[in-house]
């Protein structure tokens, strides 16, 4: 797995909001090429390209433009960036999809340095393995890092009961009866749940809700898979490089010669660790009990 291919996976899905329909995408722009993904629900697409292919396409569609491929790039980050951070002020390029065949070519249009620019994203269908990479795995290690939450929630309330009923038993009372709560039964809470609030935690819509509440879970999980592979492969732990291209005005970056250019960090979110759980879980005697304050993985 190379830098474009690591760096896209730590990445966080965005929501779009185009014309045509909506759409989930992440991105990962270095100064050596990009890797990008697209999702309708229906269908995942991808475009991975270097150096090289950025020149040429830059040329077919911008004649008017001289830059080196850097340029191009750090324009296409600046591009990307508000529109896959759903910034309150987006940036002033127009974005459009096509779908011709099994392709999607999402079409970008700009101006760079006072001139007209133009970039197509020429996307064609992800592999199997790459949707499992970037949607599969880590939706099945979400859902294992979530019931270890659950898990963790519940020994928690078990031992509030624990400590309630000592208190009671002392001779305590609530001095506000509106407190008063009922031991917390696992069972029943799930029946309940399955009835009356699954049919709304379910309701995944066009991907918002996935893409506005489980961000920080999904980057930690795919950070585990990637530290993962590389303790498998004997390289210790990640180094995932979040250069981008060159940060400078376009007119500096116009007409200049191709040359190695210095990184900078590129759509990278805060990462957060899922919790883990032990798989049985038993009830604490109170004499014992070392009061903890729980972390939620959201925290």
Request: proline share 6%.
């Amino acid at each position: 797995m190379d830098e474009l291919e690591q760096g896209l996976l730590m990445q966080p899905w965005a929501w779009l909001q185009l014309a045509e329909n909506s759409l989930l995408a992440k991105a990962y722009i270095t100064k050596n090429g990009y890797a990008l993904l697209v999702s309708d629900l229906q269908q995942v697409w991808h475009e991975q390209v270097d150096c090289s292919v950025v020149s040429q396409r830059a040329k077919e569609l911008n004649k008017r433009l001289t830059a080196p491929p850097a340029a191009f790039l750090c324009h296409l980050d600046n591009l990307l960036r508000p529109l896959l951070k759903d910034d309150t002020h987006p940036g002033e390029a127009t974005f459009s999809c096509d779908r011709v065949a099994e392709a999607l070519i999402l079409r970008v249009r700009s101006e760079l340095s006072g001139l007209p620019f133009y970039w197509h994203f020429h996307c064609i269908q992800a592999s199997p393995s790459l949707v499992s990479q970037h949607l599969i795995r880590p939706l099945m290690g979400m859902s294992l890092a979530l019931q270890g939450h659950v898990r963790e929630l519940t020994a928690l309330l078990r031992m509030k009961d624990l400590e309630i009923q000592e208190y009671q038993e002392s001779g305590a009372t609530l001095s506000r009866g509106r407190l008063k709560t009922e031991p917390f039964e696992e069972n029943s809470f799930l029946e309940q749940f399955m009835v009356e609030k699954l049919p709304e935690a379910c309701s995944l819509g066009d991907g918002k809700p996935f893409v506005t509440n489980l961000q920080s879970l999904y980057v930690a999980v795919t950070k585990q898979e990637v530290q993962a592979a590389q303790k498998f492969q004997g390289t210790g732990e990640t180094q995932i490089s979040s250069s981008t291209s060159p940060r400078g005005t376009d007119s500096q970056l116009l007409n200049q010669p191709e040359q190695p250019v210095s990184a900078a960090p590129a759509f990278l979110a805060p990462e957060h660790q899922a919790m883990s759980a032990s798989d049985s879980v038993q009830k604490p005697q109170l004499s014992k009990l070392k009061r903890k304050k729980p972390r939620g993985l959201f925290s």
